[in-house]
């Protein structure tokens, strides 16, 4: 009896930790949220503390059994990559996602994948161009590559249909997010370190949440790099077929 009590208090005592964790690294986020939008720090200070503090959200989510607080802080950390300014629509969006974070740690039971997909494609998205005249569609792409080159090409045609993409570069990391929020679409490169993208496609293809979600390889390579991949898998080559290839996955996939 006193074993299983120690174990409990030991559980609370944890959480609390984490709590208090998370709401300190939020604190860090909305302070320099704060001080950029008042013009008492420059963006690229802001830009450089908010992504020290949700690199540090995104461990102690996966670390405390909260990956809730992971998933929100990917997206976050995706929304700021290759943000150079914050403008006041930006630091308004980003307070959402803070928002959401801070809710979840208060939480007493977790949010299932249903629930998990609701919360998560609320969340805002930044788009690299103008989307007035882009019809904003309820259409989730996970893009898994490590180069940010492909990454801005593939994220502005996608983005160009209405679609929402998120970007990991780590194709391990990929696996945990596609399982517990499987998109509607998964494209990876061909080339990647520690799993290539004919192997990480294969394994979602093996995974029962993902084994028929919608899948494209990108790649530059010659058929060679193709050995090993399942049927029914798309292909986009990053060449001057890029665009038709693009369009015909989309077609493949139902998406568009």
């Known amino acids: 009896m006193t074993e299983r009590q120690d174990q409990d208090d030991l559980a609370e005592q944890l959480i609390v930790e984490f709590r208090d964790d998370v709401q300190d690294r939020l604190g860090g986020i909305y302070a ?47 929304f700021v990559q290759g943000l150079k300014d914050l403008d006041s629509k930006q630091i308004g969006q980003l307070h959402v996602f803070a928002d959401r974070i801070a809710e979840m740690a208060e939480r007493l039971a977790l949010p299932d994948v249903t629930e998990t997909n609701q919360i998560i494609r609320a969340l805002p998205v930044r788009y690299e161009f103008d989307i007035t005249d882009v019809e904003v569609r ?92 399942p049927p029914g898998t798309a292909v986009v080559r990053l060449g001057p077929s890029f665009q038709d290839d693009i369009a015909a996955a989309i077609t493949q996939a139902n998406l568009g």
Do not use: W
């Open 138 to 229: 309820d259409v989730e792409v996970l893009l898994v590559t490590p180069n940010k080159l492909v990454a801005r090409r593939v994220t502005t045609e996608l983005g160009a249909c209405g679609f929402k993409v998120n970007t990991v570069s780590d194709p391990i990391e990929a696996i945990g997010i596609a399982v517990r929020m499987p998109p509607d679409m998964v494209i990876a490169s061909a080339v990647m370190d520690g799993l290539g993208g004919v192997d990480l496609i294969r394994g979602l293809h093996a995974i029962s949440v993902t084994e028929t979600v919608p899948m494209a390889l990108l790649t530059s390579l010659d058929a060679d790099s193709l050995k090993g991949m």
């Open 32 to 78: 320099a949220l704060g001080s950029v939008a008042e013009g008492q720090i420059s963006a690229t200070d802001a830009l450089r503390d908010l992504r020290r503090e949700i690199h540090s959200l995104k461990g102690a989510g996966t670390s405390y059994g909260y990956p809730i607080i992971s998933l929100i802080a990917q997206r976050m950390d995706t």
